[in-house]
């Protein structure tokens, strides 16, 4: 079975720096893409950016372009995202998601057709 962990949340100040790992297993290749997403209370969900695993090329919402960075260890199996220069409005419950194949697609600023999901990692930006 597929599963992804996500790890590495916690509580920063404002303009500090978080990194979190997405764990995944299961996968018998390389041919799938990871997401990072968040929700905060009474909030949506938003895709905040993709990787594709087998050509690397990658996908930022606008609200993290410049301040976050996505990428991926294929020999590990994990993406990370690096955040920095946090925001009080980072603030949220941060989800890796996959999908197969292993392309990101995105539609109208919105990331669709993850197949996998895995739970999620809370991150709190303090003012």
């Known amino acids: 079975d597929v599963q992804l962990q996500a790890s590495g949340g916690g509580l920063v100040q404002a303009g500090g720096s978080l990194r979190l790992s997405c764990a995944a297993s299961?996968?018998?290749?390389?041919?799938?893409?990871v997401g990072w997403f968040r929700q905060a209370p009474g909030k949506e969900r938003e895709g905040v950016s993709c990787?594709?695993?087998?050509?690397?090329?990658?996908y930022y919402a606008d609200s993290v372009k410049g301040r976050f960075a996505i990428s991926s260890d294929n020999a590990k199996n994990t993406v990370y995202l690096q955040m920095n220069s946090l925001k009080p409005e980072d603030t949220a419950l941060y989800y890796c998601?996959?999908?197969?194949?292993?392309?990101?697609?995105?539609?109208?600023?919105?990331?669709?057709?993850?197949?996998?999901w895995g739970k999620g990692t809370q991150v709190t930006v303090s003012s």
């Open positions: 998601a996959a999908a197969r194949p292993g392309v990101c697609m995105v539609v109208a600023g919105r990331i669709i057709g993850m197949n996998y």
């Open positions: 299961g996968f018998t290749d390389d041919d799938y893409a």
């Open positions: 990787i594709s695993r087998s050509d690397g090329s990658t």
